[in-house]
């Protein structure tokens, strides 16, 4: 589908003809490339995973080495490389005069969310594709003897077998791929976010030891707790969530039931998230970094 996807990116550029060109990750740069060339308007090239580190095996040499390159090539052509993390820019060996950092902190969403009654259960929510590497089955191991736990998933579905496998526990729910607006309806009306990334098998949790994951930013923004196995000093430092290992199933239970038995704690640890969400970690802030590099672009 690229060639129609790019087909349609480039005619929408010709239509509306902006000065500045913002192409977000490699399947978005080739027509945006194509298009400053075509206007001499300037690109600026977002990078928020390395497609080569986070989707290609290593192993795979050749076609390893064919997509950093060609990472590289338009990295190095683009006006401005912004990346979400010091560690992902320091990647790159061919930049642009001009590069900055702007993070994927998440836009605020949970204005108008009302704050879930009380009534004795805990709602554990998991937002992402449902395939292994994700500890979906070590959650399911985890709560499957529970009472008054409830675990929710909603993402694209990638491995019906292991969805088969999953719903055979009775309080996990499988609640499809949403809409925006339904997706974080979801996450704000939950008591917490799991977000276990395989630190062996899934080749995206490279990606997150290079960068912090929009799931850790989504749980401040909702003022829930999170439990997971990456970003640990942020998430310790903040307080906002428990950090747990992967493959642990008694540290992933007990994290479950600390949450589900001590509601006190739970909303202090949301509380924390969403005050450094406000202070710090959200999109507010940083699209004004954004601005000041559209404003500069336009003025040379």
Not at 101 to 128: C, F, M, P, Q
Not at 158 to 173: F, G, Q, R, S, Y
């Amino acid at each position: 589908y690229f060639p129609v996807f790019w087909t349609w990116i480039l005619l929408n550029l010709l239509r509306y003809r902006p000065g500045i060109v913002h192409a977000c990750d490699l399947d978005t740069i080739l027509p945006c490339y194509i298009y400053k060339i075509m206007f001499h308007s300037k690109l600026v090239f977002d990078v928020f995973d390395r497609y080569a580190m986070t989707f290609i095996p290593i192993n795979h040499k050749i076609l390893y080495r064919v997509v950093n390159e060609i990472e590289e090539y338009f990295c190095k052509r683009s006006d401005v490389l912004i990346a979400v993390g010091k560690n992902i820019l320091n990647t790159f060996q061919k930049r642009p005069l001009r590069c900055s950092i702007v993070t994927n902190y998440a836009e605020d969403h949970s204005l108008d969310i009302v704050e879930r009654a009380e009534d004795g259960k805990l709602l554990l929510e998991y937002a992402g594709p449902v395939k292994q590497g994700r500890g979906l089955e070590n959650i399911a191991l985890a709560i499957t003897e529970m009472d008054n736990v409830e675990f929710f998933m909603f993402g694209p579905l990638v491995d019906k077998k292991l969805l088969d496998e999953l719903l055979n526990t009775k309080n996990i729910t499988y609640k499809g791929f949403l809409p925006n607006e339904d997706y974080y309806k979801g996450l704000c009306n939950a008591d917490a976010l799991v977000a276990l990334y395989d630190p062996e098998g899934d080749l995206q949790r490279k990606s997150y030891d290079r960068s912090v994951h929009n799931k850790t930013f989504e749980a401040m923004m909702c003022g829930i707790p999170i439990i997971t196995n990456v970003a640990s000093d942020l998430v310790k430092s903040l307080n906002y969530g428990i950090v747990v290992n992967y493959n642990e199933i008694k540290e992933i239970k007990n994290a479950i039931l600390l949450l589900k038995d001590n509601p006190a704690l739970r909303k202090q640890l949301g509380k924390n998230g969403r005050q450094a969400f406000l202070d710090k970690y959200n999109w507010g802030i940083v699209e004004k970094e954004l601005f000041v590099i559209y404003e500069d672009l336009l003025n040379k």
